[in-house]
């Protein structure tokens, strides 16, 4: 199995999301769990893109070829 930045795993994200809602329900304030599933897809999407991002601005700004 490849490696892969923390900021590319699902699970990850998941727990976040979990963590956030935990205590934005310790003040008062509810996310349900639709709204999780939602916001751990929007935050893979945002991650993705992220990393495809820099990923191409890293090779765009190289200053050596990739070895074969």
Known sequence: ME???W??????WGGLIALAGGVAGAFGYGIGE???VEL??????IA???G???AIWGRV????RIAR
Not at 40 to 45: R, S
């Open 3 to 5: 490696p892969k930045s």
């Open 7 to 12: 900021y590319q795993s699902r699970t990850v």
């Open 34 to 36: 639709a709204e999780q």
């Open 40 to 45: 751990v897809d929007a935050a893979t999407a």
């Open 48 to 50: 993705a893109a992220v």
């Open 52 to 54: 495809g991002g820099a």
């Open 61 to 64: 700004n190289a200053r050596a």
